[in-house]
């Protein structure tokens, strides 16, 4: 049987980049998309143009991402793994961000892994079968001070993907939501990261936040080739998990968090029980 064609979001760097290399240097056929060709193509270097499809698409654009992926069927014969990992984290306070940062932090993160997902369901329902793989956070489980439209754009990744796992099963279709700590890509620099251009003096401990965030680049634990050798074995598993927490760190913040939850449960339990009308 052919190996499984891929298409990956957002790969001229970081961790799609690391991945687009590993599959073709593990002899997949891939699809990857970047808002520049040239500069994907420089990224990825030579390679075999029969197994590699550089696309330039913008991802907040409906005809764009459709014909993206019909040039990817077109080109292979099927869309077997869909990576939705462009993305980019945002600081700032809610009230610092302006109303046009929010909404392209929400149009890259969320509405982008939404149209791609409505643009290769058809072709993969018809096969009754695929995987759909979305990046969200750490953050979209267990968020930190100063990040929180990230983090809402993260969590929305991370529900979405919960309930379209639930969806599609029936279709033979997997689903599975990555949620990554730290890794050392370009994620924390200037190039990727966007910082509110307003600031407010009184939100010192959000400035004190990021300025830890901002020291980490570099030097973040997680390795992008370790995650894409972890992205292939999940695509391989004939039944993958529907979450997957990536890094000690990624794991270490979600068992913390799930025991605040469960506190938090436990504690407001009666409060909970009395809107029952049968209390
Ligand atoms: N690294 C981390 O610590 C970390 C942690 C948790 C989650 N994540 C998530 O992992 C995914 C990959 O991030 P990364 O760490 O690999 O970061 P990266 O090195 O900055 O790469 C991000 C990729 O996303 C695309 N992208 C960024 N901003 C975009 C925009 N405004 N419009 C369209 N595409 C855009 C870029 O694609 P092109 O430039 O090729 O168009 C780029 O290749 C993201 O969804 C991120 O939120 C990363």
Redesign the pocket.
């Given at each position: 049987m052919d190996k499984k064609v891929w298409y990956v979001t957002?790969?001229?760097?970081?961790?799609?980049?690391a991945l687009v290399k590993q599959l073709l240097k593990s002899g997949y056929r891939v699809a990857a998309t970047?808002?520049?060709a040239e500069?994907?193509q420089t990224a990825v270097g030579a390679t075999d143009h029969d197994a590699f499809l550089p696309l330039e698409v913008n991802?907040t654009d409906v005809d764009s991402v459709s014909a993206s992926i019909k040039q990817t069927v077109d080109q292979f014969g099927s869309i077997d793994v869909v990576v939705n990992?462009?993305?980019?984290?945002i600081g700032g306070s809610v009230e610092e961000l302006s109303e046009q940062e929010v909404a392209?932090s929400f149009n890259?993160?969320v509405f982008a892994t939404i149209q791609v997902i409505k643009q290769a369901l058809p072709y993969m329902r018809k096969q009754r079968s695929g995987h759909i793989i979305n990046?969200s956070?750490?953050?979209g489980f267990a968020a930190a001070t100063g990040w929180s439209i990230y983090a809402a754009t993260?969590f929305a990744v991370m529900g979405l993907s919960e309930v379209l796992a639930e969806d599609v099963r029936e279709l033979g279709i997997n689903v599975t939501v990555v949620a990554?700590?730290?890794?050392r890509?370009?994620?924390l620099?200037q190039q990727?990261l966007v910082m509110s251009e307003n600031k407010i003096d009184d939100y010192q401990t959000i400035r004190a936040s990021h300025e830890r965030y901002l020291a980490m680049d570099g030097k973040?634990a997680?390795d992008?080739d370790k995650a894409a050798g972890v992205f292939i074995q999940l695509a391989e598993m004939p039944e993958p998990p529907v979450r997957f927490f990536m890094g000690t760190d990624a794991y270490n913040r979600a068992v913390q968090k799930t025991k605040i939850l469960t506190d938090d449960l436990e504690q407001w339990k009666t409060l909970s029980a009395f809107t029952d009308f049968n209390a």
């Open positions: 957002g790969a001229s760097k970081g961790l799609g980049l970047s808002r520049s500069a994907l991802l990992n462009a993305g980019f984290g392209e890259i993160n990046i956070s750490i953050a993260k990554p700590g730290a890794f890509t370009e994620f620099s990727s973040q997680g992008p």
